[in-house]
């Protein structure tokens, strides 16, 4: 591909090409010739302030659609080779073969920047941190609805009085495709077999409260229109959607932090935000998961109040 233009960030230079191909195509949303490679590279550099602190050091699963949304894209974990050496990468182990990876770490503007040239749309980032990759920074709870979002909205609020009841400090956030996402930070004490394991506890409790909206069944013509309460993704390698980046839906979504409050809003819905909105968002609200490290919290102590009350004794 020609190189159309070369932009100098963190010290280096990143190459840009083929700018006006269009990635999504026009809609309801995105007016005019629809979003293009370039409008997605100028949104992962200009949303890389607010998004970096939550994916810094954490290998990252790229999303490519080298032929635009409209065509089937594939997932990339393994750094290729031609990538440049600049790019930080961490070494990860594969289980199923035992072979060694290098995987991206997006740690910078330049390499969100190179990212998105290389037709990346979604980040999807690991729950772990390069340096200690069995040991999470966070545990989500993943809430895709089967039909209507106001069932993602209100298992939110249940999942989330559950875990501040237990000790814990939840975050949500919109995935920028049907759902929602609690986040829950952790200081890495545990170990991701712990965490799954509490994440699958938590969420049997629930689906056991609530048997006739949620369920942990895994074979989805078992649920019967309830919702899945998804634990799955809190083991080693899995991923999850980046929080601020885009998916592949027409308008070109965001997965989006949001605060509580604002969950209560009756007109939010997974796919509110997007490519073009976000930034009066931020202007006006922020971040609102700025800071959210310092909420790290041991899964010790609510491990224990998790037992006694799945046991039916008062945490």
């Given at each position: 591909?020609p190189?159309?233009?070369?932009?100098?960030?963190?010290g280096h230079?990143?190459?840009?090409?083929?700018l006006?191909k269009?990635?999504?195509?026009?809609?309801?949303v995105?007016?005019?010739?629809?979003?293009?490679?370039g409008?997605?590279?100028?949104?992962?550099r200009?949303?890389?302030?607010?998004?970096l602190?939550?994916?810094?050091d954490?290998?990252?699963t790229?999303?490519?659609?080298?032929g635009?949304?409209?065509?089937?894209?594939?997932?990339h974990?393994?750094?290729?080779?031609?990538?440049?050496d600049?790019i930080e990468?961490?070494?990860?182990?594969v289980?199923?073969?035992?072979?060694?990876?290098?995987?991206?770490?997006?740690n910078?503007?330049?390499?969100?920047?190179y990212?998105?040239?290389?037709?990346?749309?979604?980040m999807?980032?690991?729950?772990?941190?390069a340096d200690?990759?069995w040991?999470p920074?966070?545990?989500i709870?993943?809430?895709?609805?089967?039909?209507?979002?106001?069932?993602?909205?209100?298992?939110?609020?249940l999942?989330?009085?559950?875990?501040?009841?237990?000790?814990l400090?939840?975050?949500v956030m919109t995935t920028g495709?049907?759902?929602l996402?609690v986040?829950?930070?952790l200081?890495r004490?545990a170990?991701?077999d712990?965490?799954r394991d509490f994440?699958?506890?938590l969420?049997d409790?629930?689906?056991g409260?609530?048997?006739?909206?949620?369920?942990?069944?895994?074979?989805?013509?078992?649920?019967e229109?309830?919702?899945?309460?998804?634990y799955?993704?809190?083991?080693?390698?899995a991923?999850?959607?980046?929080p601020y980046s885009?998916?592949p839906?027409?308008?070109?979504?965001?997965?989006?932090?949001?605060?509580?409050?604002?969950?209560?809003?009756?007109d939010?819905?997974s796919?509110?935000?997007?490519?073009?909105?976000?930034?009066?968002?931020l202007?006006?609200v922020?971040d609102?998961?700025?800071?959210?490290?310092?909420?790290a919290?041991?899964l010790?102590?609510p491990?224990?109040?998790?037992?006694?009350?799945?046991s039916?004794?008062?945490?």
């Amino acid at each position: 591909m020609p190189v159309e233009r070369v932009e100098k960030l963190n010290g280096h230079e990143v190459e840009l090409s083929s700018l006006d191909k269009v990635l999504f195509p026009e809609d309801g949303v995105t007016k005019g010739a629809g979003v293009t490679k370039g409008d997605v590279i100028e949104y992962y550099r200009r949303i890389a302030r607010v998004m970096l602190p939550h994916v810094k050091d954490h290998p990252v699963t790229m999303q490519r659609f080298t032929g635009g949304i409209g065509e089937p894209g594939f997932y990339h974990k393994e750094m290729p080779d031609y990538f440049p050496d600049w790019i930080e990468t961490a070494k990860v182990e594969v289980l199923e073969s035992g072979e060694i990876q290098d995987q991206v770490l997006p740690n910078n503007e330049a390499t969100l920047v190179y990212l998105a040239n290389q037709y990346t749309v979604t980040m999807h980032i690991w729950l772990s941190r390069a340096d200690d990759l069995w040991h999470p920074d966070r545990m989500i709870f993943d809430l895709d609805p089967p039909g209507e979002f106001e069932v993602a909205r209100s298992t939110a609020f249940l999942v989330r009085d559950v875990l501040e009841g237990l000790g814990l400090a939840p975050f949500v956030m919109t995935t920028g495709s049907r759902g929602l996402h609690v986040t829950v930070p952790l200081d890495r004490s545990a170990h991701f077999d712990e965490a799954r394991d509490f994440a699958k506890d938590l969420a049997d409790y629930l689906a056991g409260q609530h048997p006739d909206s949620l369920t942990t069944e895994m074979r989805k013509k078992e649920r019967e229109g309830r919702l899945f309460l998804d634990y799955v993704r809190n083991g080693y390698a899995a991923t999850a959607v980046a929080p601020y980046s885009l998916r592949p839906r027409p308008g070109a979504t965001v997965a989006t932090p949001l605060t509580w409050d604002e969950l209560k809003d009756p007109d939010l819905r997974s796919n509110t935000y997007n490519l073009r909105n976000i930034w009066d968002r931020l202007d006006k609200v922020g971040d609102p998961w700025r800071g959210m490290a310092k909420h790290a919290r041991s899964l010790r102590v609510p491990r224990e109040k998790l037992d006694k009350l799945t046991s039916g004794r008062t945490p």
